[in-house]
T-cell receptor, first 109, second 115 residues
Framework: EDQVTQSPEALRLQEGESSSLNCSYT??????LFWYRQDPGKGPEFLFT???AGEEKEKERLKATLTKKESFLHITAPKPEDSATYLC??????????FGQGTRLTINP | DVKVTQSSRYLVKRTGEKVFLECVQD?????MFWYRQDPGLGLRLIYF???????EKGDIPEGYSVSREKKERFSLILESASTNQTSMYLC??????????????FGPGTRLTVT
């Protein structure tokens, strides 16, 4: 069965303290891995799509990377406004996404 | 920018009522989705549609139905609401191009409470 596992479940950092979130997946024939950010009470906001191992994408303080078994979301010098839940997802069949449980990130000032 | 809107942010209904949740997207996307999100269970797909009048069951379709009469609008229907359908409901849309599926864009969500 296709699975997506994110770790850690929760992460608390000081402002400026860089770290990485992990998303490991088991899916045959990856057709895309997606990262989303979700603020409390709101819908997920699309961040990145990665299609093949070795691919990297960047946006402000965030950088997503992809290997054959996992993806990392690196956060460099985070600010309190980066606090959110980060979700990753992969395609399972046509159009369908399977999501991980998310990592709840808190950045303390 | 892609915009996905949902008819209500908060909704309170009684057990047994018929409930309609509406979703509209403005990007001419062919694919539309309904999810529910619950603590500890994550995002789960209820139904999706890849064209007008077409629908496919997701992982948890029981107790729900959908309607897609126009490309931009996708409705989720709870035929007889029950307390275990209290949840956050999220609509999303995406496009497919040359056989490649692209990212899904989500609406703001509807927090439904069934009492």
């Amino acid at each position: 069965e296709d699975q997506v596992t994110q770790s850690p479940e929760a992460l608390r950092l000081q402002e400026g303290e860089s770290s990485s979130l992990n998303c490991s997946y088991t899916v045959s024939g990856l057709r895309g891995l997606f990262w989303y950010r979700q603020d409390p009470g709101k819908g997920p906001e699309f961040l990145f799509t990665l299609y093949s191992a070795g691919e990297e994408k960047e946006k402000e303080r965030l950088k997503a990377t992809l290997t054959k078994k996992e993806s990392f979301l690196h956060i460099t010098a985070p600010k309190p406004e980066d606090s959110a839940t980060y979700l990753c997802a992969v395609f399972q069949g046509a159009q369908k996404l399977v999501f991980g449980q998310g990592t709840r990130l808190t950045i303390n000032p | 920018d892609v915009k996905v809107t949902q008819s209500s942010r908060y909704l309170v209904k009684r057990t047994g009522e018929k409930v309609f949740l509406e979703c509209v997207q403005d990007m001419d996307h062919e694919n539309m989705f309904w999810y529910r999100q619950d603590p500890g269970l994550g995002l789960r797909l209820i139904y999706f549609s890849y064209d007008v009048k077409m629908k496919e069951k997701g992982d948890i379709p029981e107790g729900y139905s959908v309607s897609r009469e126009k490309k931009e609008r996708f409705s989720l229907i709870l035929e007889s609401a029950s307390t275990n359908q209290t949840s956050m409901y999220l609509c999303a849309s995406s496009f497919t191009l040359a056989g490649l599926d692209y990212e899904q864009y989500f609406g703001p969500g509807t927090r439904l409470t069934v009492t």
